[in-house]
């Protein structure tokens, strides 16, 4: 082998050999990156979990949401899940009479549209619907999700 080529197949070999690094370095960066991620980070298009998507929704917030969808006033909300609610909050017995608790109820839009409803309940139970509203934000509970 002339000395011409050897050094060739020398300085092919470097290149190669630092391909070889770089690509493990990078494997190596990538691997501790997602290490350090917290729990669940690596998905960050899921929303956060709530007690709607743990436990299934309350039936009063299925009252409203069945509610609204027969007003016909947002075909947006169709097919759309219950993603959170204050529905727990209800107690009828807290309630005078004639007095009312404003559920609310957050459904999951696209992206990070929320469907925000807004129903009355009163001390017997009985739904009413009032309406909704898009915005980015759950306002059913405002410190969680």
């Not at 190596?28 to 298009?45: I, K, R, T, W």
């Not at 969808?69 to 909300?77: A, K, P, Q, T, W």
Request: with cysteine; hydrophobic share 35%; proline share 4%.
């Amino acid at each position: 082998m002339s000395v011409s080529r050897a050094v060739n197949v020398s300085s092919a070999m470097n290149v190669v050999r630092t391909m070889a690094i770089g690509v493990g370095v990078s494997l190596c960066l990538a691997s501790a990156g997602a290490m350090a991620q917290e729990p669940g980070a690596s998905q960050p298009h899921h929303p956060k979990e709530t007690r709607v998507l743990e436990e299934g929704a309350p039936e009063i917030a299925k009252q409203c949401l069945a509610l609204a969808l027969d007003s016909g006033e947002n075909r947006d909300i169709e097919g759309k899940a219950i993603y959170d609610t204050n529905a727990w909050d209800y107690a009828a017995d807290e309630l005078d009479s004639g007095d009312t608790f404003e559920l609310l109820v957050d459904l999951l839009g696209p992206g990070n549209t929320k469907y925000n409803l807004t129903c009355q309940v009163d001390a017997d139970g009985k739904v009413t619907f009032d309406g909704v509203e898009t915005s980015s934000t759950v306002k059913s509970n405002p410190g969680g999700a």
